[in-house]
């Protein structure tokens, strides 16, 4: 799945209001934090994931990792956060549009 730069931006204005899900530290990103991600993911489709400085891994890195693994967009890592996007599969429950 692909965005656009307009669509990135819309995602990031919505995902300025929210707080962060998860927070990620030494241990890194383990399989239930995956699965826990993945299914706050289907219900959310924008969350927001706090790094923190105790993990040694790149943001980014991590970031890339979890869109692989979760199936999901990489909106931006800024800071120590990382913003996740993915559609709802049944259409009927999309909280977010991009057109």
Known sequence: MIITSKQRSRLKGLAMSLDPVFQ???????????????EVLEKRELIKI????????DKKELA??????????????????????????DSDKRKIELD
């Open 50 to 57: 706090h790094v923190l400085k105790n993990c040694d891994d």
């Open 24 to 38: 990620i530290g030494k241990d890194s990103i383990s399989p239930e934090l995956t699965q826990g991600i993945r």
């Open 64 to 89: 890339q990792t979890l869109a692989e693994r979760t199936g999901s967009i990489v909106v931006q890592v800024i800071g120590s956060m990382i913003v996740l996007f993915k559609y709802q599969n």
